[in-house]
């Protein structure tokens, strides 16, 4: 039989590694250094390296935390295509926003009225652009993680085929997601800094969402 998508393992791999908690302690550590901003270089490298592993099949795909130099690396080209996608959105707002507070000041009326409707502009532009990006990112970022080049999270003549020959399992993967950032937001239970260890297993779960999603491809991109 055809392999088919397997909803319960993004949620139950991690256990099956006899050294989860250790593995789980320090990459909610180093979550943690994410308020730092320097924290997400490792998280994202260790990330990518997991996703690889998933795709080769490797039974425990939780690699030990002693490559740091290649977690920080690898990690550094990820967060930097993260960036590159949503600055668009950033600058596309900041240009809009700006001048319709500008003329929501002033004491004109058919100016006020013109930075009501800027306002709304963004509104009604934002919320499907993100929707869009935001769809389409875990793509990207997962060509990247395989290829690892930053480059290929930009190869949208390969990335949007991927996407809709595959579109069943990808959007099993989003779900995956979103039940994995219900899980995530528990960790406030445990004196809110319990919330950077289980926002860690959050992003294991998805990336094993993803990673599958790729390693059932019938046709690799």
């Known amino acids: 039989m055809k392999p088919q998508f397997d909803f319960a393992k993004p949620f139950s791999y991690v256990f099956d590694d006899p050294l989860w908690m250790q593995k789980i302690l320090i990459g909610g550590l180093f979550q943690l250094a994410g308020i730092f901003f320097i ?3 490792f998280v994202a490298g260790y990330a990518a390296r997991v996703a690889r592993n998933i795709v080769a099949g490797h039974e425990r795909p939780l690699p ?15 967060v930097g295509i993260v960036i590159v996608y949503i600055l668009p959105l950033f600058v596309l707002v900041m240009a809009i926003m700006i001048p319709a507070a500008v003329f929501g000041s002033v004491d004109n009326e058919g100016l006020r009225t013109l930075g009501s409707l800027l306002s709304g502009c963004v509104s009604c532009l934002f919320v499907p652009v993100v929707f869009a990006v ?24 390969r990335i949007w085929p991927f996407i809709k020959m595959n579109i069943g399992n990808y959007l099993l993967a989003i ?15 445990l004196l809110c ?8 297993w ?20």
């Not at 800094?193 to 860690?200: C, D, W």
């Open 39 to 41: 924290g997400w270089f």
């Open 64 to 78: 030990d935390w002693e490559d740091l130099g290649s977690f920080f690396n690898e990690g550094l080209r990820l």
């Open 134 to 157: 935001t769809f389409f990112l875990p793509g990207a970022l997962l060509f990247a993680a395989m290829e690892q080049r930053f480059n290929a999270a930009f190869d949208f003549r």
């Open 175 to 189: 779900v995956v997601y979103l039940i994995a950032r219900f899980i995530g937001s528990f960790g406030f239970i």
């Open 193 to 200: 800094i319990g919330v950077f260890f289980t926002m860690f």
């Open 202 to 221: 959050s992003i294991l779960i998805t990336v094993h969402g993803f990673a599958q999603v790729y390693r059932l491809a019938p046709q690799k991109p």
